[in-house]
C-alpha cells in the first residue's frame, strides 16, 4: 500500500472531545517526507513544531494519527489556523500531507506529494477517545 492510501485509513486518538463546529488541521513533524526517524528525532522535531506554534499564537491540542489497528502511530497536532497557515508550517517540517476538517469533514491535503486533495468523508468517526 502506498503511503498515500495509508493516510487515507488513519484514525486519530485524542484525549479530549472535540468541538466540530470549528476548522482546523492535523499536521506532524514527525518521519519527514514519509521517512522513517529514530524516536529521538521524532521527539525533537515534535518539540520543534509545539514551539513553533506557541511563537505563533496558535491554539493547538495533541493528537495521535495512528492506522486504524494501531501498529503504526505518530505524534501530531490538531491546529486552529486557516488551511494556508497549516500547508506552510507543514512543508516548514518537510510532510507529505496534512489533514484538513472543515464543517465536520475530513481531507487529506498533499503538501510535498504530488497528489489531488480528497475527501474522506466525515471526521467524527475516526475520532477515538482515550481515557485517561
Not at 5 to 28: G, M, N, P, R, W
Not at 48 to 53: H, I, R, S
Not at 56 to 81: F, H, M, N
Request: aromatic residues 10%.
Amino acid at each position: 500500500m502506498s503511503l498515500w492510501e495509508s493516510y487515507k485509513t488513519s484514525i486519530f486518538l485524542c484525549h479530549q472531545a472535540l468541538k466540530c463546529d470549528v476548522d482546523f488541521a492535523i499536521i506532524s513533524a514527525q518521519n519527514p517526507a514519509g521517512h522513517t526517524e529514530h524516536p529521538y528525532l521524532n521527539l525533537r522535531r515534535d518539540k520543534e513544531l509545539q514551539a513553533c506554534l506557541n511563537q505563533q499564537r496558535l491554539p493547538y491540542r495533541s493528537v495521535i494519527g495512528s492506522a486504524p489497528d494501531l501498529t503504526y502511530q505518530e505524534k501530531s497536532w490538531i491546529v486552529l489556523c486557516d488551511k494556508q497557515q497549516a500547508i506552510e508550517l507543514a512543508l516548514q517540517f518537510e510532510q507529505n500531507a496534512i489533514y484538513w476538517v472543515e464543517r465536520g469533514e475530513l481531507f487529506l491535503v498533499p503538501v510535498l506529494l504530488q497528489q489531488p486533495e480528497e475527501s474522506l468523508g466525515a471526521f467524527s468517526p475516526r475520532l477515538v477517545l482515550l481515557n485517561d
